[in-house]
């Protein structure tokens, strides 16, 4: 299996599973990972978040959302309707993120890493090739 295929071009689009708030965004990803860490975990609801973080100002969204902040750095959002989570806002970039999972096209972008697998659940096999962090990305993805 190839390490990362080819994306498709911009534009994404997707939504909550309600349809109460989409989004579009007109830009190439900054990065596309996926997120072992246990704050991720429990905010999905999931052993993993694959995620994919745009310039902030190619995306537009619409319908209300309601978030929180789950970290010193990071704030997520989520529909207030059906309660998808939808949008991860870092307070120290000017860049949004998305799960792959709430594109329309959840196969357009494909992940380039595995970060924090120091929290990984021991059942889940890492075995696609791909690069592996054991903390948070290595630079350009992550600026403080």
Known sequence: MPANP??????????????????????????VRICHCRICQRAMG?????????PKAAVTVTGATARWRSSERLWRHF???????????PLDGARL????????NPAALHPE???????RVPWLA????LPQHAEASPEPYRTS
């Open 97 to 104: 993120g998305f799960p792959l999972a709430a594109l329309d």
């Open 46 to 54: 999931a052993p993993f978040l694959a995620v994919a973080s745009f």
């Open 126 to 129: 890492l075995d696609d090739g």
């Open 79 to 89: 529909c207030p309707q059906c309660g998808s989570r939808l949008t991860l806002e």
């Open 6 to 31: 080819s994306n498709l071009p911009p534009p994404y689009e997707g939504g909550c599973a309600c349809g109460a708030v989409r989004f579009r965004v007109e830009a190439a990803p900054l990065g």
């Open 113 to 119: 890493m595995h970060i924090w697998i120091s929290s």
